[in-house]
C-alpha cells in the first residue's frame, strides 16, 4: 500500500532553517511529483511548491522563493523540504503528498514545525 | 498568480441536507480542480480530481461539477461523517496549484 512518512517534529529559533523528510513506499517512487503543503494554526491550506521526482524539476510559490528547496533521493525514495531564514509565522504542520497531476491523492501524516525563541 | 475563492467560508446543515459548495478562479483553469476533505488533526483527503471524477473510495454522495472558472462540490445527503472542512485546489498552472480558502461544514 502507499504510504508516506514524515521525520518528526522540530522547534527552531528564528533565523534557522529546517529540513523535513518524507519517505514514500508502496509505489514506483519516479512517476509521481511530490508537493509540498503547509497549515498554520488554526489557517487554511497553503501549497508550497512541487518536485518532480523523474527528474528533479521545481516550482516553487512565490512567496516562498528562494526560501525553500525541495530535493528527492531516489536511492532511498525520499524526497526533502528545506526552509531557512526561519520566522514565527512559518510555525505550521508541514504536509508532503504524492502528486499526480490532476491531484494529491496520498498524503503524509504531516509534521510540525515549531518557530519561537 | 491564480486566486481561488470559496464559499460559503462556514456552512451549517443538518443530516440529510443537501449541501453545495462554490469555488471560483480568477482565470479559467479548465477542469484542472480537485477537492478535499481533511478533518481536525488529519491530513486532507482527496474527494474530487478533473473538477468531476470521484476519487476511488469515496462515497457516491460527493460530486463535483464546472469548469472554466466557477465549480461546486455537491453532497447529496449530508452524512454525520462529512462534518470537515473543504477545499478546492487549482492544477491550471504549473506555477501555482493554489488553495481555495476553505469551508466548514458545521452541525447545525
Known amino acids: 500500500q502507499v504510504q508516506l512518512v514524515q521525520s518528526g517534529a522540530e522547534v527552531k529559533k528564528p533565523g534557522a532553517s529546517v529540513k523535513v523528510s518524507c519517505k514514500a513506499s508502496g509505489y514506483t517512487f519516479t512517476s509521481y511529483g511530490i508537493s509540498w503543503v503547509r497549515q498554520a494554526p488554526g489557517q487554511g491550506l497553503e501549497w508550497m511548491g512541487w518536485i518532480s521526482a523523474y527528474n528533479g524539476n521545481t516550482n516553487y510559490a512565490q512567496k516562498l522563493q528562494g526560501r525553500v528547496t525541495m530535493t528527492t533521493d531516489t536511492s532511498t525514495s525520499t524526497a526533502y523540504m528545506e526552509l531557512r531564514s526561519l520566522r514565527s509565522d512559518d510555525t505550521a504542520v508541514y504536509y508532503c503528498?504524492?502528486?499526480f497531476g490532476y491531484g494529491s491523492d496520498y498524503w503524509g501524516q504531516g509534521t510540525l514545525v515549531t518557530v519561537s525563541s | 498568480d491564480i486566486q481561488m475563492t470559496q464559499s460559503p467560508s462556514t456552512l451549517s446543515a443538518s443530516v440529510g441536507d443537501r449541501v453545495t459548495i462554490t469555488c471560483r478562479a480568477s482565470q479559467s483553469i479548465s477542469s484542472w480542480l480537485a477537492w478535499y476533505q481533511q478533518k481536525p488533526g488529519k491530513a486532507p483527503k482527496l474527494l474530487i480530481y478533473?473538477?468531476?471524477s470521484l476519487e476511488s473510495g469515496v462515497p457516491s454522495r460527493f460530486s463535483g461539477s464546472g469548469s472554466g472558472t466557477e465549480f461546486t462540490l455537491t453532497i447529496s445527503s449530508l452524512q454525520p461523517d462529512d462534518f470537515a472542512t473543504y477545499y478546492c485546489?487549482?492544477?491550471?498552472?504549473?506555477?501555482?496549484?493554489?488553495f481555495g480558502g476553505g469551508t466548514k461544514v458545521e452541525i447545525k
Open positions: 478533473k473538477a468531476s
Open positions: 503528498a504524492r502528486c
Open positions: 485546489q487549482q492544477y491550471n498552472s504549473y506555477s501555482s496549484f493554489t
